[in-house]
């Protein structure tokens, strides 16, 4: 069975630039999230959807910061400008379960993007 | 609020040495506890959890926790260190999204790196 799928692996910009991230989820998996990860830190939820809908993307910054998963499926996060304190890894999850109670959280492995 | 404090950024084992990671957590309601580990340039995988029933649940590759209630502890264990176990590991609390509790939110702690030396 393929597993959380991610592209791309890296990316490196120029601030101001734009850019996009895109995930495949496991297939027949509902819920899927995308968290940022900051050197040293523990990966922080940016939104999280059930299906097509976004049911929690509260940490989202929305000034610059854009999400969509318009079948249910895939999904793409865009940053648009980016600035040099976006640089991170950007990880997509996926579970089968709504939540996080009782479903394992499958992770990609992750978008690392610099901005320079 | 929920959160997670991971008692030390870097661990360093000898190989065959117990390994012990520790996590203490703060929830509002009864929580659920996670332990993922990070190899270089990979995603999270999960180690193993807890949500009811048995406080010492035991994991992939050795490795168990116990959940103590009175401590706000879940700290890792495994008896023997082995070289493949190099890796960051990330404690983690669940807790409701909302009132109805039917919705979970995964908070994660900054990490523990941890190192094997031969």
């Known amino acids: 069975e393929a597993g959380v799928v991610q592209s791309p692996r890296y990316k490196i910009i120029e601030k101001k630039q734009p850019v996009a991230f895109w995930c495949n989820p496991i297939?027949?998996?509902?819920?899927l999230y995308w968290y940022r990860q900051n050197l040293g830190q523990g990966p922080e939820l940016l939104i999280r959807?059930?299906?097509?809908?976004?049911?929690?993307d509260s940490q989202l910054p929305k000034d610059r910061f854009s999400a969509e998963r318009l079948k249910g499926v895939d999904s793409t996060l865009k940053i648009q400008p980016a600035e040099l304190g976006d640089s991170a890894v950007y990880l997509c999850?996926?579970?089968?379960?709504?939540?996080?109670?009782?479903?394992?959280?499958?992770f990609g492995e992750g978008s690392r993007l610099t901005v320079l | 609020a929920q959160s997670v404090t991971q008692l030390g950024s870097h661990v360093s084992v000898s190989e065959g040495a117990l390994v012990l990671l520790r996590c203490n957590y703060s929830?509002?309601?009864?929580?659920?506890l996670f332990w993922y580990v990070q190899y270089p340039n990979q995603g999270l995988q999960l180690l193993l959890k807890?949500?009811?029933?048995?406080?010492l649940v035991k994991g992939i590759n050795g490795f168990e926790a116990e959940f103590k209630k009175s401590e706000t502890s879940f700290h890792l264990t495994k008896p023997s260190a082995h070289m493949s176990d190099a890796a960051e590991y990330f404690c983690?609390?669940?807790?409701?999204?909302?009132?109805?509790?039917?919705?979970?939110?995964?908070?994660f702690g900054k990490g523990t790196l941890l190192t094997v030396n031969p």
């Open positions: 297939s027949g998996h509902n819920t």
């Open positions: 959807y059930e299906n097509e809908e976004a049911v929690d």
């Open positions: 807890y949500t009811t029933g048995a406080t």
């Open positions: 929830s509002s309601v009864p929580p659920y």
């Open positions: 983690a609390v669940s807790s409701p999204f909302n009132s109805g509790g039917s919705n979970y939110k995964l908070t």
């Open positions: 999850a996926s579970s089968l379960v709504a939540g996080t109670n009782t479903g394992e959280l499958f």
